[in-house]
Nanobody, 122 residues
Framework: QEQLVESGGGLVQAGGSLRLSCTAP????????MGWHRQTPGKEREFVGS??????????SDAVKGRFTVARDIGNDTMTVYLQMNSLKPDDTAVYYC?????????????WGQGTLVIVSS
């Protein structure tokens, strides 16, 4: 069930940066771990990065570690999760999905968004 809304995708040259945003209502997502997966045609969805529900821990795949950063901002009624992507590579081209999970900081399958496309040109 989709209750998250992603934005910020687009076309960027290799070496460039993009920031994705994911907006969720403040409750119950303040107690959910949130983060990002990505998927390319013909491949399974893969974990990219996440932040724990406390905000105290972040997790990244080896493919993006050191280049991508997950952060969040909790407002009065809305939580926004960001994926800052630097030093982008053509292999980062994918549809990026925001997810939320009450149990797992990796699976993020309780709720998800419709996805936003990122294309990195060489």
């Amino acid at each position: 069930q989709e209750q998250l809304v992603e934005s910020g995708g687009g076309l960027v040259q290799a070496g460039g940066s993009l920031r994705l945003s994911c907006t969720a209502p403040g409750q119950p997502f303040s107690t959910y771990s949130m983060g990002w997966h990505r998927q390319t045609p013909g491949k399974e969805r893969e974990f990219v990065g996440s932040i724990s529900w406390t905000g105290g821990s972040t997790y990244y795949s080896d493919a993006v570690k050191g280049r991508f950063t997950v952060a969040r901002d909790i407002g009065n009624d809305t939580m926004t999760v960001y994926l800052q992507m630097n030093s982008l590579k053509p292999d980062d081209t994918a549809v990026y999905y925001c997810g939320a999970d009450s149990q797992s900081v990796i699976q993020l399958t309780d709720y998800w968004g419709q996805g936003t496309l990122v294309i990195v040109s060489s």
